[in-house]
């Protein structure tokens, strides 16, 4: 006999509901439904997210098997996988991507007064992509190779909370740094990225928007070194520099000096070279902040959050004051100490 809600059922508690509905009369989403509303919808696949379920006959037969308890859930019944994916080929993506915002704005919100890891008051971001693989069989739509479908997940987390702002969801052949073409920069704001990233066209207008990038050069990087600060090499920093790019394509597309810090981790004996225009913070912090680009990998690395009993059974109280995804990255985050600066 259930005395208190389940565990499921204390989370749901605390979307907005109100908002969500909301949006599902803005485009429409349960006209002419009769069996899968978009809340039902809802609450299948976020349970089929927190037990990490493979397919719809997995978020089927789990549901089926716990039939009892799914009033518990907020469930009428069972959903068959016709109708659920049916539901998820027809409803308006619109729906989810706009309540996807809204919940990144109250998860955010959850986070604002979270130190980072540096002393430092700003909003500092990651930004990545991870490949997703499909059957090139059942996407055909999704190009990336001759035998193989992808697609590619473009993801902007705030390193304060660990919460993605922006996601895009692309084709796999889009590379990663035409992301910076759709991207709206924060004035203020830190953006880590890898070598990836680099174009001096797209990071130029980045630095007029007012914001700040921390990357890497790479190997056949070219640069006229214009002045050098003085440095703590005992620390590592070998050289600290304010260098005006050589090239004739790179020198026209950022026409101002850039910051150009070489490092020498000392655990593993590694020369790195970090490219910035923040030119007031000093450069082991510099270095600092690229090696907390790791978290968005460890984003894209998140392990299975549960079991389906776990979820459906455990009642004891989920508090807001300390939220389920602390739970769910709170492994990763105790690894996170030990990482090096990544590759």
């Known amino acids: 006999m259930y005395i208190g809600k389940t565990l499921f059922a204390q989370i749901m508690d605390f979307i907005p509901w109100t908002s969500f509905g909301r949006i599902v009369a803005r485009y429409h989403g349960n006209a002419r439904v ?3 509303p978009c809340t039902e919808q809802f609450r299948v696949m976020a349970f089929a997210q927190i037990t990490w379920r493979e397919s719809l006959r997995d978020i089927e037969a789990c549901l089926f098997a716990q039939s009892a308890k799914l009033y518990h859930m907020g469930l009428r019944k069972a ?3 016709s109708t659920l994916a049916d539901a ?3 409803r308006d993506w619109r729906i989810w991507a706009d309540f996807a915002q809204v919940l990144i704005r109250k998860a955010r919100n959850l986070y604002a007064a979270e130190p980072l890891e540096l002393e430092l008051a700003d909003t500092v971001y990651a930004l990545d992509s991870t490949t997703i693989d499909l059957c090139l069989s059942v996407f055909p739509w999704a190009h990336f190779r001759s035998t193989k479908a992808a697609v590619k997940m473009h993801t902007l987390l705030d390193l304060r909370g660990v919460i993605p702002s922006f996601i895009h969801i692309s084709d796999g052949k889009l590379h990663d740094v035409n992301v910076l073409d759709i991207l709206i920069p924060e004035a203020g704001a830190f953006y880590i990225m890898d070598r990836g990233y680099i174009d001096f066209g797209r990071l130029y207008s980045l630095h007029q928007a007012g914001a700040f990038f921390v990357t890497r050069a790479k190997s056949n990087f070219d640069a006229r070194r ?4 003085q440095t703590d090499r005992t620390a590592g920093v070998i050289c600290d520099q304010a260098v005006m ?3 004739f394509y790179a020198s026209r597309g950022y026409a101002e000096h ?3 810090i070489r490092f020498k981790a000392p655990d593993t004996d590694k020369t790195l070279v970090f490219l910035t225009n923040n030119t007031a913070l000093p450069a082991l912090t510099i270095c600092a902040l690229y090696k907390n680009r790791w978290h968005v990998e460890l984003f894209f690395d998140v392990p299975p959050w549960g079991t389906p009993s776990y979820v459906i059974e455990k009642t ?6 300390h939220p389920f995804a602390d739970l769910i990255f709170a ?4 690894e996170n100490c030990q990482r090096r600066f990544c590759v």
Do not use: C, F, I, M
């Open 34 to 36: 009769r069996t899968l």
């Open 79 to 81: 959903v068959a996988r």
């Open 88 to 90: 998820n080929e027809s």
């Open 226 to 229: 214009v002045y050098s600060a």
């Open 245 to 247: 790019l050589a090239g």
């Open 258 to 260: 850039l910051r150009r």
């Open 316 to 321: 004891g109280p989920v508090d807001l004051d």
């Open 331 to 334: 492994a990763k985050r105790q």
